[in-house]
C-alpha cells in the first residue's frame, strides 16, 4: 500500500539545524510531489511547501524562504526538509505528505506519520 | 495569503447531522473546484476525507459529503458516530501552486 515513513524525533538547541526525512514505498515515486506541513502544539497546520520527485523543483511558502530547503532521493525513494536557524517557534510536528499536482490533484494523501522537532535550550 | 476561516469549534448528538464551513476569497476557495478537507484524531497524522470539493477517497464513509458556494465550502457529516469526534481542517488551492489550510474545526459528539 502506499506509505510515507519518516524519521524519528528530533531535539535541537535554539540556532541549530534539524532534517528529517520521510521514505515513500508503494507507488511511483517520481510521478508525484512531496508536500511539507508543520503543526505546532495546540495549532492548526501550516503549509511549508513542495518538492517535485521528479525534477527537484520546489516552491517554500515565503515566511521559510532562505530557511528551508527540500531534496529528495531518487534512488532510496525519500525526500528530505532541513529547516535551519532554529527558534522556539519551530517546535512542531512536521509532516509530508504526497501531492499528484499541487494546482488540479492538489490533494494530500497519504500523510507521513510525523515527526516532532523541538526546540529548547 | 490568511488562513481560511473556520468555525473553531461545532458539535452535534449521535444520528445527528453537522456542518463545518470553510470561508475564503475569490483567489482560494472561489476561484477554484480544489478544495479538500482532513480529519485529525489527537496525536494522529491528518487523513484525506473529501478532495476536490464533494468527491470522496474509497474507504470515506457516504455520511461525509463536501458542497461549495462562492467563497464558502462546507463539509457536512450525517448520521454522528462517536468516532467522527475530531479535528477537521479544510484546504484550498490558492494560485501560483501554492495552498492554504483553515484554522480548524474541533468536533464534539455530545
Known amino acids: 500500500q502506499v506509505q510515507l515513513v519518516q524519521s524519528g524525533a528530533e531535539v535541537k538547541k535554539p540556532g541549530a539545524s534539524v532534517k528529517v526525512s520521510c521514505k515513500a514505498s508503494?507507488?511511483?515515486?517520481?510521478?508525484?510531489?512531496i508536500n511539507w506541513v508543520r503543526q505546532a502544539p495546540g495549532q492548526g497546520l501550516e503549509w511549508m511547501g513542495w518538492?517535485?520527485?521528479?525534477?527537484?523543483?520546489?516552491k517554500y511558502v515565503q515566511k521559510f524562504q532562505g530557511r528551508v530547503t527540500m531534496t529528495t532521493d531518487t534512488a532510496t525513494r525519500t525526500a528530505y526538509m532541513e529547516l535551519r536557524s532554529l527558534e522556539s517557534d519551530d517546535t512542531a510536528v512536521y509532516y509530508c505528505?504526497?501531492?499528484?499536482?499541487?494546482?488540479?490533484?492538489?490533494?494530500?494523501?497519504?500523510w507521513g506519520q510525523g515527526t516532532l522537532v523541538t526546540v529548547s535550550s | 495569503q490568511s488562513a481560511l476561516t473556520q468555525p473553531r469549534s461545532v458539535s452535534g448528538s449521535p444520528g445527528q447531522s453537522v456542518t463545518i464551513s470553510c470561508t475564503g476569497t475569490?483567489?482560494?476557495?472561489?476561484?477554484?473546484?480544489?478544495v479538500s478537507w482532513y480529519q485529525q484524531h489527537p496525536a494522529k497524522a491528518p487523513k484525506l476525507m473529501i478532495y476536490?470539493?464533494?468527491k470522496r477517497p474509497s474507504g470515506v464513509p457516504d455520511r461525509f459529503s463536501g458542497s461549495k458556494s462562492g467563497n464558502t465550502a462546507s463539509l457536512t457529516i450525517s448520521g454522528l458516530q462517536a468516532e467522527d469526534e475530531a479535528d477537521y481542517y479544510c484546504?484550498?488551492?490558492?494560485?501560483?501552486?501554492?495552498?492554504?489550510f483553515g484554522g480548524g474545526t474541533k468536533l464534539t459528539v455530545l
Open positions: 505528505a504526497r501531492v499528484k499536482e499541487i494546482a488540479k490533484e492538489g490533494w494530500f494523501d497519504p
Open positions: 508503494g507507488y511511483t515515486f517520481t510521478s508525484y510531489y
Open positions: 518538492i517535485s520527485a521528479y525534477n527537484g523543483k520546489t
Open positions: 475569490s483567489s482560494d476557495v472561489g476561484g477554484y473546484n480544489s
Open positions: 476536490d470539493v464533494s
Open positions: 484546504c484550498s488551492y490558492a494560485g501560483t501552486y501554492t495552498v492554504v
